[in-house]
């Protein structure tokens, strides 16, 4: 399959009182078409910043892109003016965030919020564009949309406002939809139709999709593939089946253990992961799970482990997984 999308060796830091904050660092990883990648880590793990960064959303200064490429459809994002962004955000790219009463703007009807994006990248007239937001407030499910249209965000329930916000994402059929924390504010009921959704939206139209999540229960049926970050680097990739049936970085077993199991009868409580983020200011010049992980060496203190390819799609950087290494298995808790 093509890439759409190659993000090489991003490295993005902010300049702040407390010195430069390191938060991503040497991230590498690339997105087919028509496919889904989750990224997947605790906050402050840098997953938000690297969506922003494919996007240029990040305040510069304070951020800068330290090393790296952002390479869509063969062009280096990180090189284009502020102008071919324009070209490019909300046409060829487009973002969805966690709360959309935030995003949407509540003094234009929602129809208005549609057309905005058709008017300027289509040259749709108002009138083409009213008739294209009913067609897409239809696509994502809300009911009497002729109606809805001329509604204004605050008359919508927090689901058909993240339904809004899909349909304005994706008014112009963009190439990548990036969706950062799109269910969080959501029942988990609700989170599950507007995950489906976006599935369905996908076989549809062809968006490639990245999922930012710090919940890797939603990753299970909406997404192909999964890149777990911390510390502002990806410590373990793989296909859905590769994370959660073979995981084998010990921050992804921490994280397969803080998620709710399905057999219910199980009264084994959610091992939540003790202990707190690194300072990215002051990033660890080892492994940056070492101070919480509870099989660290003095190996891993010392150097960043490199990543081993344990098939052509799983990759996991962890010292365990060196052959002099003893060998651990991951704990009762990581197995799905
Ligand atoms: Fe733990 Fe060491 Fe692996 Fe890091 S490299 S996850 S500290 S065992
Ligand atoms: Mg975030």
Redesign the pocket.
Known sequence: MDKILKVNDLSVSFDTYGGEVKAVRGVTFDLDEKETLAIVGESGSGKSVTAQSIMRLIPMPPGKFASGSIEFNGENVIEKSEKQMEGIRGKEISMIFQDPMTSLNPTMTVGKQIAEGLIKHQNMSKKEAHHRGVELLKLVGIPNPEARIKQYPHEFSGGMRQRAMIAIALACNPKVLIADEPTTALDVTIQAQILDLMRDLQDQTGTSIILITHDLGVVANAAHRVAVMYGGKI?ETGNVDEIFYNPK???TWGLLGSMPKLDSDSDEELQAIPGSPPDLADPPK??P??AR?P???K??EDHM?EYTELSKTQKT????LDERSPKVEPPESALV
């Open positions: 410590v970085h010990p921050y080892g492994c799970f070492a992980c099989y660290a060496m190996v891993c482990p950087a962890c010292w365990l």
